[in-house]
């Protein structure tokens, strides 16, 4: 069963750093991207950062320059270092694991950042 849990949302002051993590399991996580989104109230879904199986990364350009996206294919885990939060940045963040036509979801973390 596949599956893909986030961990490490919550509330905090605008200018602090938090780090989500997504442990995955019941797929062959080293061949597939995996991508961070995250949805704010009243908006639409947005790609927020991915990293392709080779470690390639790309950023939306909102979070570029603060947030990193990391992968540990032995932990099967995916990581999204996020710096200096905005109130922007308030929103449920997804992962996913993509794979051509696969693709899988987590339920989702909240961050809260308050200004």
């Known amino acids: 069963q596949v599956q893909l849990l986030e961990s490490g949302g919550g509330l905090v002051q605008a200018g602090v750093s938090l780090r989500l993590s997504c442990a995955a399991s019941g797929f062959t996580f080293g061949t597939y991207s995996l991508v961070w989104y995250r949805q704010a109230p009243g908006k639409q879904r947005e790609l927020v950062a991915f990293?392709?199986?080779?470690?390639?990364?790309n950023y939306a350009d909102s979070v570029k320059g603060r947030f990193t996206i990391s992968r540990d294919n032995a932990k099967n885990t995916v990581y999204l270092r996020m710096n200096s939060l905005k109130h922007e940045d308030t929103a449920v963040y997804y992962c996913?694991?993509?794979?051509?036509?696969?693709?899988?979801w987590g339920q989702g973390t909240q961050v809260t950042v308050s200004s």
């Open positions: 996913a694991a993509e794979r051509g036509w696969l693709h899988f």
């Open positions: 990293i392709t199986s080779g470690g390639s990364t």
